[in-house]
């Protein structure tokens, strides 16, 4: 059996002198405990106690390409040897900002930041100054990041039916801390009701100013969207005056170079970007309309960060997309298939096992749960999850040398190859027996 007792020592040590422990609240859920990282290469993560695992973590996301991939780190490491950050224009902002309106689709223009949450914060301004209106729509289960004006904690069914009856902000916020009112412009809904949708969209189409959506919802189930839902979000937001944000911080990069919307070919007003983009670096963008931007160019809506654009970010972006897109992109199609591999043999373990769960994957991404369900499609059903026992399962793959995340959504990148698929399912396979005899 493994141990972790040096991560438990290093966990004493840090809450002597880090705010809780960890620097990011999410991470302090891992059990037996957070675990500290010794170092990393491929899809490999070595712990301070010697254990390694294979990583489907990645980082939270971000490592698309792997740990300490050998052309990224070669590539950052010589932007960085010649100036991190200037606070002066360079040459690799340009160069990024044209590729990514390459590979977006959406993207005419493009504006750098240092963060998802940042992103979205900037989007949201845009939306608010482009229409002259105040709400925004978002939806159960869907993550924007951790502004007070859009994080909101998973609500309870009856506040969600409150929320429903839309205009009624009841949005309850995210932590203590946040301002009574900073979601008081929120309008909460379910997401894939295309009736809900429209009846919101139309009786306060005068107030609302933007639609934000993740594409698939990631953050909670990986739930696919209903066949002509997007695209009936896309009308009625055209047809409405309203901007239509997706938030692919998860999706883009991921589901196809150009994201969810270029997989699903759907244009959104404005699209937000991060995780892989940066393989690792702190690094977001929103892309979008020209006509949208035009309120950073005639500086009518700020767009600031000491950081925004550093040389280090951008050649970390560019090294990203370079490597995504070698060989017409054909990387996507070996992510997708050790996806397929893996959510397919979980599936066929579940069976074996006589366990009730499900998986829901796309692309190199998938949600796996312990559920008395066959399918989950929606928010509500996705609640019903035995959340606990997916936990427990976690916790155990650690002992199986298998790093997953808490919560059940897994990561695959450009360098998992299948001998990690077949040991990993491998290690489910034992894990399910360590479950079910308790
Ligand atoms: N949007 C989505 C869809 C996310 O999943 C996340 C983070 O998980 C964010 C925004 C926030 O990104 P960051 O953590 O980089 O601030």
């Not at 044209?98 to 005419?108: H, N």
């Not at 409405?240 to 759907?266: C, K, M, N, W, Y």
Request: proline letters at 4%.
């Amino acid at each position: 059996m493994r141990t972790y007792e040096k991560s438990r020592a290093k966990l004493a040590e840090a809450k002597q002198v880090l705010a809780g422990g960890v620097a990011s609240t999410l991470r302090g859920s891992m059990k037996p405990t957070p675990l500290y990282a010794e170092s990393s290469s491929g899809v490999i993560v070595r712990d301070v106690d010697g254990n390694e695992y294979i990583d489907y973590l990645l980082a939270y996301g971000p490592l698309i390409l792997g740990h300490a991939h050998p052309g990224f780190n070669e590539k950052v490491g010589r932007a960085m040897a010649k100036g991190i950050s200037y606070g002066l224009q360079h040459n690799g902002e340009i160069e990024l900002a044209r590729r990514l309106t390459e590979v977006l689709p959406c993207a005419d223009k493009v504006a750098l930041s240092g963060s998802g949450t940042e992103a979205v914060m900037l989007a949201l301004r845009l939306s608010r100054a482009y229409t002259g209106k105040r709400k925004v729509v978002r939806f159960h289960g869907h993550y924007h990041g951790w502004s007070d004006s859009i994080f909101t904690s998973f609500p309870s069914p009856d506040m969600m039916q409150k929320a429903t009856s839309a205009g009624e902000s009841s949005v309850p916020p995210g932590t203590k801390g946040q301002s009574e009112f900073s979601l008081q412009d929120v309008i909460l809904l379910p997401w894939n009701e295309p009736e809900t949708l429209e009846a919101t969209l139309r009786e306060h189409a005068g107030d609302i100013a933007a639609v934000i959506s993740e594409p698939v919802m990631c953050n909670s189930g990986c739930i696919l969207p209903k066949p002509g839902y997007l695209e009936k979000m896309r009308e009625l937001t055209r047809e409405l005056g309203i901007v239509l944000i997706l938030d692919e911080v998860i999706t883009g990069f991921r589901l196809s170079p150009g994201g969810a919307h270029g997989r699903f070919g759907i244009t959104p007003d404005l699209v937000t970007v991060g995780k892989a983009l940066g393989g690792g670096i702190a690094l977001s963008a929103v892309g979008g309309r020209r006509d949208i931007f035009e309120l950073i160019d005639s500086e009518q809506v700020s767009h600031l960060g000491t950081l925004n654009g550093n040389g280090v970010a951008t050649a970390a972006g560019l090294a990203v997309l370079e490597e995504l897109t070698a060989n017409g992109g054909a990387v996507y199609g070996t992510m997708e298939d050790n996806a397929i591999k893996l959510a397919g043999g979980i599936r066929d373990l579940f069976a074996k096992r006589g366990i009730r769960g499900v998986v829901n994957q796309i692309g190199p991404v998938f949600h796996m749960m312990f559920i008395d369900e066959d399918e989950v499609t929606h928010f509500d059903t996705f609640q019903k999850r035995d959340a606990a026992k997916y936990a427990k399962f976690a916790e155990y793959m650690l002992d199986e040398g298998v790093l997953v995340r808490p919560n059940g959504l897994w990561y695959i990148s450009a360098v998992h190859e299948p001998s990690h698929i077949e040991a990993t399912l491998a290690a489910i396979d034992r894990t399910f027996v360590r479950l079910t005899e308790g």
